[in-house]
């Protein structure tokens, strides 16, 4: 990931909040295993509902895309999310003991609908770089915390129930996915921003980023 990037340039000029975001107390409790379990159920079931307007969001940014190489990018996302992501995330429900029918009948959390209602808006009054850099915080965030927590003295890496969560956006696999969506943000800004749209790609991320907070928040509070 490139270090004078989009990515790493809204990312410098947030950094209190990004900081915030990534080292939140709930992403702490997580890498030390003490999270309430109860916490971190909540925000597995929300993050259901969640993964569904992320889907929507990707369904926008084809419709939002202006070549046919974006289109298929934001494509395969969805079909990924779609047709991967959410049985996924179903199965590993089912293994804190949620099931599916609990998930389909669950109402959306405020910090839920605050954020995914703000990234569509987001992607509907914009364009397709608006959309990808209001997506860019949990995409390429989830990324970095994983990131953090495996580097952290603190995290707890054996009998730690939360491992697999930490595995899962620390593997290859996933750390490879974030590093094409940051390269994704800079093929998009070379052709779409002008000098003096920065500020509202920093704005726009800027807001993710404190959304991002408060779905930690709302995991760590079991709001609704």
């Known amino acids: 990931m490139s270090d004078d ?8 000029s947030c950094r209190d909040d990004w900081d915030t975001y990534v080292r939140h107390p709930f992403v702490r409790q997580l890498g030390d295993g003490t999270l309430p379990e109860a916490c971190f159920q909540h925000y597995l079931k929300q993050d259901y ?11 926008l940014a ?11 990018h934001a494509k395969d996302t969805l079909s990924a999310l779609l047709d991967t992501e959410l049985r996924l995330h179903v199965d590993y429900c089912a ?17 839920n609908m605050a954020y995914t209602r703000y990234v569509l808006e987001v992607g509907q ?21 994983a990131e953090w927590l ?3 003295p603190a995290t707890l ?20 996915a974030a590093a094409g969506a940051a390269a994704q943000l800079d093929d998009l800004a070379a052709r779409l921003a002008g000098p003096r749209r920065l500020e509202r790609l920093q704005r726009i991320f800027d807001d993710a ?6 779905f930690w928040q709302m995991g760590l509070d079991l709001s609704v």
């Not at 084809?62 to 046919?68: A, E, G, H, N, W």
């Not at 009054?125 to 915390?145: E, K, M, N, S, T």
């Open 49 to 59: 509902l969640f993964l569904i307007h992320f889907a929507r969001a990707y369904a």
């Open 95 to 111: 293994e804190w003991g949620i099931d599916e029918a609990a998930l389909e009948a669950l109402p959306e959390a405020t910090a």
């Open 150 to 152: 495996m580097g952290s």
């Open 125 to 145: 009054a914009g364009d397709a770089l608006d959309l990808h850099v209001a997506l860019a915080p949990c995409v390429i965030g989830y990324a970095q915390v």
């Open 209 to 214: 980023t404190r959304l991002e907070i408060g």
């Open 62 to 72: 084809v419709y939002k895309s202006s070549t046919l190489a974006d289109m298929r």
């Open 157 to 176: 890496l054996n009998g730690n129930p939360y491992k697999p969560w930490i595995d899962m956006y620390a593997s290859d696999e996933y750390q490879e």
């Open 5 to 12: 990037g989009l990515f790493a340039r809204l990312k410098a």
